[in-house]
């Protein structure tokens, strides 16, 4: 079975400091990791994703995210937040069939 | 324009009438999906359909009916809702069984459903 955790449902920023939001994993075989954000009232968007390879993987808005297979986790971050980057960020792991599971979700904000 | 296209973007009913969630991809994507996202709760599958042959029904209640014509479009029909039922729900699509776990999902900006 797969499951994700993501610790801390809502994380406080200044403009310009690091993002630092949190992602592990349970799985059973080799994992797929996505993460995902939402702005308000719209759909979520791939940010990046880990399937195999390098294991620092960079993706969309300047973010990016290290698989550590020794830690189970797949930590995003971004060196300097920008006000644009509030939202909710949604980590997910692949299942073993056609399914993606989904983290609870970690809500944004940045402080100006 | 993210590939997925979700009407109505908003849709208020009442407890006894029926209506339609509609979600058209033109991605050639396989399987598509339905998701519950409720304030404060993880997203819920609720629907997975995967060469328009539904593969998933996580327990849905059956005032909530899915259908699929055709790999390019998804219904969720309504009817006698409750007002737990208000939520935004999400569509998405992938290239197909298997494959979703490598490419991900292609989410719609969803409907935002009321009732009242």
């Known amino acids: 079975a797969q499951s994700v955790t993501q610790l801390g449902s809502h994380v406080s920023v200044s403009e310009g400091a690091l993002v630092l939001l949190r992602c592990n994993y349970s799985s059973s075989v080799p994992p797929y990791l996505f993460w995902y954000v939402q702005y308000p009232n719209q759909g979520l968007q791939l940010l990046l994703k880990?399937?195999?390879?390098?294991?620092l993987v960079k993706g969309i808005n300047g973010f990016e995210a290290e698989f550590k297979k020794s830690e189970t986790s797949f930590h995003l971050t971004k060196p300097s937040a920008h006000m644009s980057d509030a939202a909710e960020y949604f980590c997910?792991?692949?299942?073993?069939?056609?399914?993606?599971?989904f983290g609870a979700g970690t809500t944004v904000t940045v402080r100006a | 324009e993210t590939g997925v296209t979700q009407t109505p973007r908003h849709l208020v009913m009442g407890m006894t009438n029926k209506k339609s969630l509609k979600c058209e991809q033109h991605?050639?994507?396989?399987?598509m999906y339905w998701y519950k996202q409720s304030a404060k709760k993880p997203l819920e599958l609720m629907f997975v359909?995967?060469?328009?042959?539904?593969?998933e029904n996580n327990s849905v209640p059956s005032r909530f009916s899915p259908e699929c014509p055709n790999s390019s479009h998804l219904f969720l029909h309504l009817h006698t809702l409750q007002p737990e039922d208000s939520a935004l729900y999400l569509c998405?699509?992938?290239?197909?069984?298997?494959?979703?776990?490598?490419?991900?999902?292609?989410f719609g900006s969803g409907t935002r459903l009321t009732v009242v």
């Open positions: 359909y995967s060469l328009e042959e539904r593969v």
């Open positions: 997910a792991v692949r299942p073993n069939d056609y399914k993606l599971s």
């Open positions: 991605l050639g994507h396989n399987a």
């Open positions: 880990y399937t195999t390879g390098a294991t």
């Open positions: 998405a699509s992938s290239r197909g069984q298997g494959e979703a776990g490598v490419y991900g999902y292609t």
